[in-house]
């Protein structure tokens, strides 16, 4: 198996552990404060604050981009640039994929390539115009210790630093984590069931993502939905169902859960499954 470089786990996370100790503090600001300077102030602050110990880097093949990525499709991969995300990783194994350390140090890679801004980190995900470079002023000019601070983890987030949120935040918060998933699925379902790609990409957007990522790939009851059969079935169910996906998709994941325990769902077709989604949906309707 090629081996890829990558942070180590336990360094990284005690990096971003080290600097969400104590909120709103001058470590936190300063931290800020060399993000919004740019790449050299930014790659500097890390070489004397993570690569000075030695086995902070494991050594193997370094993975890049050749793309330079505008803030906003950094936040927001259009299609295209999904496209672009998935040929640079499709064909490194998967166990890498869920790496924090992995990512980490691939976001580094893209900061000295200038395929992204350091600034970029800092961008907030729900607001349309709160780029990094206003998050950043806007919490470095505050003496609200919670701005601060929320601001600090959201550059770690986005770095796919695991001190925020724990290993999840792969999937959930780090946006190129999410396109590789997102499309991931999509690649692999359309292969299993009788819809398209595209379909199945329309279907994981950015909302439809969001309701699954937790139950496919977090662990426990909800685990049961990332079986072939089962997803399968959700997602030929959503196909002609859309709507559903806004209203009840949570409800219907919760009683799929329970129906797995007992029923063994997982074996039968994802097109009996969509019948068994599509009698949960009507009683919940009903």
């Not at 470590?27 to 800020?32: D, G, S, W």
């Not at 690569?51 to 299609?79: C, L």
């Not at 359309?190 to 379909?199: A, Y």
């Not at 969001?210 to 685990?223: C, D, I, L, R, V």
Request: contains cysteine; glycine residues 6%.
């Amino acid at each position: 198996m090629t081996e890829y470089k990558q942070i180590n786990e336990s360094i990284w996370r005690t990096f971003g552990k080290n600097l969400l100790s104590n909120k709103g503090s001058d470590e936190q600001i300063n931290f800020l404060q060399v993000c919004r300077n740019g790449k050299e102030d930014f790659l500097n602050y890390l070489e004397e604050n993570l690569f000075n110990n030695e086995e902070a880097t494991i050594k193997g093949k370094t993975v890049s981009f050749d793309h330079k990525f505008t803030e906003a499709e950094f936040r927001f991969p259009p299609i295209d640039t999904q496209a672009i995300i998935w040929e640079v990783f499709e064909k490194i194994e998967r166990e890498y994929m869920g790496h924090c350390g992995f990512w980490g140090y691939i976001i580094i890679q893209m900061i000295k390539d200038d395929c992204i801004k350091p600034d970029y980190l800092a961008s907030n995900l729900n607001g349309v115009n709160e780029t990094g470079v206003y998050m950043l002023d806007n919490a470095i000019n505050s003496n609200d210790g919670k701005k601060i601070d929320d601001c600090t983890r959201r550059i770690l987030r986005s770095m796919g630093n695991s001190a925020p949120r724990g290993k999840r935040i792969v999937f959930n918060d780090f946006y190129l984590g999410k396109a590789y998933w997102r499309w991931n699925w999509a690649n692999k379902m359309s292969r299993e069931i009788n819809l398209s790609f595209k379909e199945v990409l329309n279907t994981l957007d950015e909302k439809g993502y969001t309701e699954f990522y937790q139950a496919m790939h977090t662990g426990g009851g909800k685990s049961y939905i990332s079986q072939t059969n089962i997803l399968g079935g959700l997602l030929l169910f959503l196909n002609k169902n859309p709507e559903i996906l806004v209203k009840n998709i949570k409800k219907i994941i919760d009683i799929i859960s329970y129906l797995s325990a007992w029923k063994a769902i997982e074996v039968q077709s994802p097109e009996l499954n969509k019948q068994e989604i599509q009698i949960i949906a009507n009683n919940l309707s009903g």
